[in-house]
Nanobody, 122 residues
Framework: QVQLVESGGGLVQAGGSLRLSCAAS????????MGWFRQAPGKEREFVAA????????DYIDSVKGRFTISKDSAKHTAYLQMNSLKPEDTAVYYC???????????????WGQGTQVTVSS
């Protein structure tokens, strides 16, 4: 089993920044993909960003391109989501997830964290 724990969420004003972290522990596998998803109240969970095992391939949904950056530190078994220029519509519970694979798919993730709340006030 793989355990994922998110941190770094909180309340921020529009235009502000937050950095989410996702610490992984337990059984490891390779190659792997780390992804970030979010779920706003009353909406389905949606893909936000993903990064492949060597960090060379990244994918973002259009609404966060140029504002969010996904990265990872393999030595620390931690993935990050730097979120800048936050907007009220970014308000959601953010989840990290991982799966086996060499590319950066938007579906099919097997292991999930519990989520961290991000609230952006206008």
């Amino acid at each position: 089993q793989v355990q994922l724990v998110e941190s770094g969420g909180g309340l921020v004003q529009a235009g502000g920044s937050l950095r989410l972290s996702c610490a992984a522990s337990g059984r490891t596998f390779s190659p792997y993909v780390m992804g970030w998803f979010r779920q706003a109240p009353g909406k389905e969970r949606e893909f936000v960003a993903a990064i492949n095992w060597n960090g060379r391939i990244r994918d973002y949904i259009d609404s966060v391109k140029g504002r969010f950056t996904i990265s990872k530190d393999s030595a620390k078994h931690t993935a990050y989501l730097q979120m800048n220029s936050l907007k009220p519509e970014d308000t959601a519970v953010y989840y990290c997830a991982t799966r086996y694979g060499g590319a950066v798919p938007r579906v099919g993730y097997d292991y999930w964290g519990q989520g961290t709340q991000v609230t952006v006030s206008s």
